[in-house]
């Protein structure tokens, strides 16, 4: 049986989901996109340019899903209130994960420390759930980093890939 943590009572943090939903995705696919536009382009400012597009873009979408998906399920969360926080948490951390382009020239640097942020972002949120929902932290934080950087590495790769076929230099 799990031990929820007395001073995170159950119905504090019915819009978990939808925090985690907006962070996950955005760790995977942002990580990912900067990852493969690293190797790509290797130009700090159209990396970050390409980065916040997507991210941007991405965290509406996102939003507008969570808030179609809430009004489908008949849930008891309001709709607007969960794709409000899957549509911030997705942007703030995109803002986190493209700052690194915008402060280093190095775009491998840049990555480095957008993956660096990731297992930071990743640590601290499987802490917060670890505590709120009595779940292991070491299981959370392998689970959520091994899926963001498997992705990232993948992306990577495919990234220097399409460079190589389309003779990108």
Same mark, same amino acid.
């Given at each position: 049986?799990?031990?929820? +943590? /007395?001073?995170?009572?159950?119905? /504090?943090?019915?819009?978990?989901?939808?925090?985690?939903?907006?962070?996950?995705? %955005?760790? #995977?696919?942002?990580?990912?996109?900067? =990852?493969?536009?690293?190797? %790509?382009?290797?130009?700090?400012?159209?990396?970050?340019?390409?980065?916040?597009?997507?991210?941007?873009?991405?965290?509406?979408?996102? !939003?507008?899903?969570?808030?179609?998906?809430?009004?489908?399920? +008949?849930? /008891?969360?309001?709709?607007?209130? !969960? %794709?409000?926080?899957?549509?911030?948490?997705?942007?703030?951390?995109?803002?986190?994960?493209? &700052?690194?382009?915008?402060?280093? #020239?190095?775009?491998? &640097?840049?990555?480095?420390?957008?993956?660096?942020?990731?297992?930071?972002?990743? =640590?601290?949120?499987?802490?917060?759930?670890?505590?709120?929902?009595?779940?292991?932290?070491?299981?959370?934080?392998?689970?959520? =980093?091994?899926?963001?950087?498997?992705? =990232?590495?993948?992306?990577?790769?495919?990234?220097? %890939? &399409?460079?190589?076929? &389309?003779?990108?230099?």
């Amino acid at each position: 049986m799990k031990k929820r +943590n /007395k001073h995170f009572p159950k119905g /504090k943090n019915k819009y978990i989901g939808s925090i985690v939903l907006g962070m996950s995705d %955005a760790l #995977v696919e942002i990580t990912g996109t900067l =990852a493969g536009l690293t190797f %790509a382009l290797q130009n700090t400012s159209i990396i970050a340019l390409a980065g916040l597009i997507t991210g941007i873009a991405a965290s509406l979408s996102m !939003a507008s899903s969570e808030y179609l998906s809430i009004r489908a399920e +008949n849930s /008891k969360r309001k709709p607007f209130t !969960a %794709a409000f926080y899957t549509g911030l948490v997705y942007l703030l951390t995109v803002f986190i994960l493209v &700052l690194p382009f915008f402060l280093f #020239v190095n775009p491998f &640097l840049s990555l480095l420390c957008t993956v660096s942020s990731v297992l930071v972002i990743i =640590a601290l949120f499987s802490y917060y759930v670890s505590i709120t929902q009595g779940i292991s932290f070491k299981k959370r934080f392998i689970e959520m =980093a091994g899926i963001s950087l498997s992705v =990232a590495f993948v992306s990577f790769l495919i990234g220097y %890939a &399409l460079r190589v076929w &389309l003779g990108i230099h």
